[in-house]
């Protein structure tokens, strides 16, 4: 019996479920199960997992120990991190698959974080004009935000998600055990888009998310199933980001820009994607405040909140520079105008914003005050 996407048995919740229009999302270890007879259903001829090095040491060995199947498969290992996310990798996976005789039939298991997620994603899109995949995300950030919606992507000289599809995964399941072995800072990372999720669309969300000493980080299932629940509900509205689903962009017009720059800088420190965009809030905040739509009380409480659990990433005026020179690239430009996506009040927001440089630059300057 499925009740408001609970399966239940008798009274006992057995395991948690949110349905999107073409998958499921399953919650908790039951998932394996229904994963088995998915894969036998589908009759498919060999299992190829994407993994990366990490998640192949510590993820992999608990998927093959929970997963339920005699069908056949091969393991296909990447560097850990965001330099993977490249067409090189995808060349020499999609190499790989042919010697090992993948076809039309087979299936791909993308285990690990965002990078696999999307990489694998857009390998099983394209490979032979396209085969299933499955994502089993393993980080915070993958569970909440990456697997869910069937972006699909790879990174091109820097910039991000430059190649990529709109292909949807055939499931994809949520095994919070995975983050017992997820570093502290990926599992902060994480959690910059589920507070992105709360500003956009969830003001009683952001009031639970803020209050960080009331949050228990060893039990975070029910949130992250808040958080899958809020993006699947934007992305069903717009799947392929016509409209409303840009509003999952906020923070990530000045984050990606702060990535793609620490990316490419190789005397820069690593700057995670979660850490970028969670800098991109405040910056976004700020402007929302500047240009009318948010108090400034909202504003100064979401940087404090943020500023609490990220500690603040020094600029200097040639990096404030560099970053805006990367805005160039933002993928929601329209004839070389940058669109920003604004807080409307703390659950709201506004699409294609335009904004002035100098304001860009107070932002900078308010971030590093
Ligand atoms: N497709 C989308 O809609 C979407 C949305 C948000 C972000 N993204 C993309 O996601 C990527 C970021 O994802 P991420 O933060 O998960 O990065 P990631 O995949 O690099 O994972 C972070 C790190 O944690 C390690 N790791 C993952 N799971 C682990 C585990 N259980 N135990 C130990 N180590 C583990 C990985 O090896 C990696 O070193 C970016 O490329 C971003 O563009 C995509
Ligand atoms: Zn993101």
Redesign the pocket.
Known sequence: MIKNNVICQGNTTIMKKITTDTYDVLFGIEAYNLLGNFLREKDYSKIFIIT????HE??VPRFLAHLPTQIPFEIIEVD???SS?TIETCISIWQVLTELGADRKSVIINV???????LGGFIASTFKRGIDHIQIP??L??MV??SI?G???IDLDGI??QIGTFTSPKMVVIDAE??E???SR?LR??YA?MLKHALIYDVNYWNVLKDTANIDFNDLESLIYHSVFIKNEIVTQDPEEKGIRKCLNFGHTLGHGLESYFLYNNDKELL???EAVAIGIILESYLSWRKGSIDENIYKDIKSVILSIFPKVILSAEDINGVKEWLKHDKKSIKNIVQFVLLKGIGGFELNQHVDGQLIDDAFEDYLR
Request: proline share 0%.
């Open positions: 990366d090095s990490n998640c510590y993820c850990n991190g965001e996310k690990g974080g965002g990078v696999i997620t999307d393993t980080s950030l993958g935000d990456a919606g972006k699909t992507g991000k998600n995975y983050l072995t997820l570093e990926e990372a994480g888009e995670l994607h979660g």
